[in-house]
């Protein structure tokens, strides 16, 4: 494993990780004799910082990276990349990004975003922009999802929170329609909804553009349901681990004690690649599984431009690597998003893969990606259940009590909550 300084840093070469992050965000690596001999030489590098979905008012912003790792991120193989873009690139298609911020100075977004800045304070909007259609980089193994694409950046959220109501999502996914968007990528989620952002959601569907949305949204009391992932019409993704777990363990519930609807999962853990300033960072949460999945969707639009987007969302579900408890999954619903699988289904949903066997990464530090045993689904099933029926009790009888959700990152409230969560302040 190598990594190169970001530009004005100094070179340092790196064979390891002391912290376990990096190795875990990296894909596979040497033998044990080579990585002994390397590790005794050189000094591994400190660990790569992580960038914010969200973050407290006062919290500082995120950390830049100062180095490049040229080794392969794991979710590279693991979605099975490079196989993929030799059927498509998304090359003719048109991502637009909903992020707080977006700093497109780095060497992979250079000349690739429409409308991107030179700042990000949380880092997020600079990641998932890489992670969607960045570039491929000289001494980088980073690369995007579909790095044919072209990607527009449209501002939605507290640049220094990340919170965004929902008011606002609407007007951004309204705007990203009319410039003729076929993917509208929102990587940081409201967990309120409102009548606006539904209509807004069905006015892109009706015009041809596939909206893909986190289905949670982390907070100080827990994960809550992420808007406009909810709609029936927007592809609802969650987040999985470099062993292909979901992250969010449990189901969770909405505010009308309705389970979270969970369509697809991708990966949304320990996963490196560009931040602000083109250095190397770690990135995590249901936002960056949304933007694999929405580079995924850009990729089909480009193969099948007259695909539907409800017909792309059901291709992205049904081809997508089962979950071990079934397609009704909860927690993982139709399974972890699967590329080529995608892109070698035919138009009637019948499969027409490639010759060879499926796809199945190479082993990483953590192992293969094996299925639960059967003690573990089926006891695992049953305690889904009941929690699920004491969750809705407690749910109905917060909500009675007044109970609603605290800001993420801000400190659990003591007192009366009000009953409208604040408009974001900017600047």
Known sequence: ?????????????????????????????????????????????????????????????????????????????????????????????????????LDATGPALDGVVEGGGATDCLGHGTFVAGVVAGRAVEDSGALGVAPG?????????????????PGQLAARITEATAAGADVILVSTAAWENSTALDEAVTAAAAAGTLVVAPATVNTVRGPLAGYPGQHPEALSVAAHDPEGAPVVASPVLRMDGELVRVDVLAPGDLTAGPGPGGGHVIGAGSGVAAAFAAGTAALLAAKEPDLTPEEMRQRLMSTAYPSPSGSRDPVGGGGRVDPVAALTTGPAGEASHAAGDRFVPDPSPLGALDALPTWAVIGGGTLLIVMCVLGAAVFRNGRARGWRPAAPGEPVPTGPVPERVPEPRHG
């Open 1 to 101: 494993m190598r990594s190169t300084p970001a530009p004005g840093a100094p070179r340092r070469r790196a064979v390891g990780r002391a912290a376990a992050a990096l190795l875990l965000a990296l894909g596979p690596v040497a033998g044990p004799a080579a990585a002994a001999a390397d590790t005794a030489a050189d000094e591994p590098p400190p660990p790569l910082p992580q960038v914010f979905e969200f973050k407290g008012e006062r919290q500082a912003c995120s950390q830049m990276g100062t180095d490049i790792v040229e080794q392969e991120p794991w979710t590279r193989a693991a979605l099975g990349l490079d196989r993929a873009h030799r059927l498509s690139t998304g090359s003719g298609t048109e991502i637009a990004l909903l992020a707080p911020e």
């Open 149 to 165: 694409a072209a990607l527009s950046f449209l501002p939605a959220g507290d640049p220094n929170t990340g919170i965004t109501p």
